[in-house]
């Protein structure tokens, strides 16, 4: 079952910080919808997600996280 | 670590009415829930938290964690303040002495309005505004032989923040007694020193320096002067082995210690082992 992270209500860098507790939170090879703002987030949050190793695709303005 | 050490206090006491009242109500026992951080903590520790070596678990261990300062000068200011600022979740801050005005160019918990107040009063005032959440208590004694292992009992870790050679010896001896890690440092001049210390398992301080200096072979800050940065730089040194030690990040100075000279950059990392037959960790002869 995948889980969800709301952070449209974010601002970066709050927006990785939340997805980033997230993660730390869940079992590898858990994944999570992240549902982002438009915008900055879209790039810092897959972006920062795969330097961390995680596995990252984004579908329109939710970025699937497969947590490393 | 001493069955009153103070590490969780509150939470310790929360879980403990709450057990009281299920225990009243006859609820069923249910799974704890894994403490979490507030919305507030994380925009509060975000900055932290955005390291890739830092996690919510990293902060929530600081939160459970007491950390004595000795001194609330010169290497305390950065010290406490950044620790503070981290979100430590108790610190003492120990000093009998009060605020003088020549203590300004580097003591930044203190300001000029402060002079003639108790140190400890006067940076704990400052740190609880800069940090609400920070339990902070002030004891405004000097450290001895007779008071330091009352002091640092129940403390996770502690910052020796001093400016004197008895003091340092002191804490020493009641960390290793107590088993309690600790920061040392020492700043004069241009130059100074950081050490990180667990007791028991590496280097303490006696094991790198046996003996206190003859008296009057190394001068105070007060004969030979001090340069605020300087001081700056080692207290900020000791928060961040502080952090590193409270943590489990990065890796602390240990068996080794940090001489740093400001005026040319001139750093050395001095390793030390533990000494046989050291008086101060007890370690065994060989």
């Not at chain 2, 507030?40 to 939160?63: C, G, I, N, T, V």
């Not at chain 2, 001194?71 to 003492?92: E, F, Q």
């Not at chain 2, 140190?119 to 505004?129: G, I, Q």
Request: hydrophobic share 40%.
């Amino acid at each position: 079952m995948t889980r969800t992270l709301d952070i449209t209500g974010l601002r970066c860098p709050m927006t990785w910080v939340r997805t980033k507790l997230e993660l730390e939170r869940m079992a590898p090879g858990e994944a999570l919808d992240v549902q982002c703002p438009p915008g900055e987030a879209l790039e810092n949050v897959p972006r920062s997600a795969q330097e961390a190793g995680h596995e990252v695709r984004v579908e329109g303005t939710t970025v699937r996280i497969v947590r490393a | 670590m001493s069955g009153s050490s103070r590490r969780g206090f509150f939470r310790e006491l929360a879980e403990a009415a709450a057990e009281a009242v299920r225990e009243v109500q006859g609820a069923r026992e249910e799974p704890e829930p894994q403490p979490q951080l507030s919305d507030a903590d994380m925009d509060r520790y975000s900055r932290q938290l955005l390291l890739p070596e830092w996690s919510e678990a990293a902060q929530l261990a600081l939160r459970e964690a007491s950390v004595l300062v000795v001194g609330a000068g010169a290497l305390a200011s950065p010290a406490a303040a950044y620790l503070a600022g981290a979100g430590v979740g108790r610190l003492g801050i120990v000093d009998s002495d009060v605020v003088e005005i020549s203590n300004l160019p580097r003591q930044h918990l203190h300001f000029t309005p402060d002079a003639g107040q108790p140190k400890v009063e006067s940076a704990a005032a400052k740190l609880r505004f800069l940090n609400p959440d920070v339990l902070v208590e002030t004891y405004q004694v000097w450290l001895d032989d007779g008071n330091a292992a009352a002091l640092v009992e129940g403390n996770d870790l502690v910052v020796d923040c001093s400016d004197s050679f008895d003091t340092r010896y002191n804490v020493n001896a009641a960390c290793c007694d107590a088993g309690v890690p600790l920061v040392e440092g020492g700043v004069v001049g241009w130059s100074g020193l950081v050490m990180a210390i667990r007791p028991g398992e590496t280097a303490c301080y006696r094991c790198a320096f046996p003996d206190p200096p003859a008296p009057g072979s190394v001068p105070t800050c007060a004969e030979a002067g001090v340069l605020g940065p300087a001081a700056g730089v080692i207290g900020s040194l000791q928060a961040l082995e502080a952090l590193k030690l409270l943590t489990g990040t990065g890796t602390p100075v240990v068996d080794a210690f940090l001489q740093v000279d400001l005026a040319d950059h001139a750093s050395v990392r001095v390793a030390v082992g533990r000494r046989p037959g050291c008086p101060g960790c007890g370690h065994p002869t060989l």
